[in-house]
T-cell receptor, first 112, second 111 residues
Framework: NAGVTQTPKFQVLKTGQSMTLQCAQDMNHEYMSWYRQDPGMGLRLIHYSVGAGITDQGEVPNGYNVSRSTTEDFPLRLLSAAPSQTSVYFC???????????FGQGTRLTVV | AQRVTQPEKLLSVFKGAPVELKCNYSYSGSPELFWYVQYSRQRLQLLLRHISRESIKGFTADLNKGETSFHLKKPFAQEEDSAMYYCALRRPGTGFQKLVFGTGTRLLVSP
């Protein structure tokens, strides 16, 4: 049972490059979300989705795009990477009727 | 707006000592509160939630609405408890209700 799977685990980008962080869950969860984790800041919500075809912005959406074409996948796109986007990114999912969120193992992104 | 405060970045104790990880929140209604834990090289996972009033791995947390606190306690710390602990709040209601996380406390239990 894979749960929430994120790829890649590590990535180094140059300023201005674009890339997509992948997130997939096999639990048929309706809700999916992306967080970034920064020292002294905790986890902050970037974008979230309440179901296929529906996405919305979180606290820190600037510089990121998301889409949800299927229930299983919720990719996060960095349009033009900046050093301020150096962070650890977590994807999470949960059922609409449940309160427990299940997290992926994280993607450590460094933008140089 | 909801806010979660964890005043300690690092809490260092010896094995067998009592542990209390502090969490205070600001929210005008009745929130749902959680403790999440992240062990080294592992994913963030739910430790306990206040609505369950459960004890997990010897940890308990009581919601004190008067003090707006949800401190995590364990009477005798073990080395395997060393991890990063996050307190989180969610306001109940319909639709997507985001989790608001504190900044986290690193617990280090030494032998």
């Amino acid at each position: 049972n894979a749960g929430v799977t994120q790829t890649p685990k590590f990535q180094v980008l140059k300023t201005g490059q674009s890339m997509t962080l992948q997130c997939a869950q096999d639990m048929n969860h309706e809700y999916m979300s992306w967080y970034r984790q920064d020292p002294g800041m905790g986890l902050r919500l970037i974008h979230y989705s309440v179901g296929a075809g529906i996405t919305d912005q979180g606290e820190v959406p600037n510089g990121y795009n998301v889409s949800r074409s299927t229930t299983e996948d919720f990719p996060l796109r960095l349009l033009s990477a900046a050093p301020s986007q150096t962070s650890v990114y977590f994807c999470a999912s949960r059922r609409v009727r449940d309160t427990e969120a299940f997290f992926g193992q994280g993607t450590r992104l460094t933008v140089v | 707006a909801q806010r979660v405060t964890q005043p300690e970045k690092l809490l260092s104790v010896f094995k067998g000592a009592p542990v209390e990880l502090k969490c205070n929140y600001s929210y005008s209604g009745s929130p749902e509160l959680f403790w999440y834990v992240q062990y080294s090289r592992q994913r963030l996972q739910l430790l306990l939630r206040h609505i369950s009033r459960e004890s997990i791995k010897g940890f308990t947390a009581d919601l004190n609405k008067g003090e707006t606190s949800f401190h995590l306690k364990k009477p005798f710390a073990q080395e395997e408890d060393s991890a990063m602990y996050y307190c989180a709040l969610r306001r109940p209601g319909t639709g997507f209700q985001k989790l608001v996380f504190g900044t986290g406390t690193r617990l280090l239990v030494s032998p």
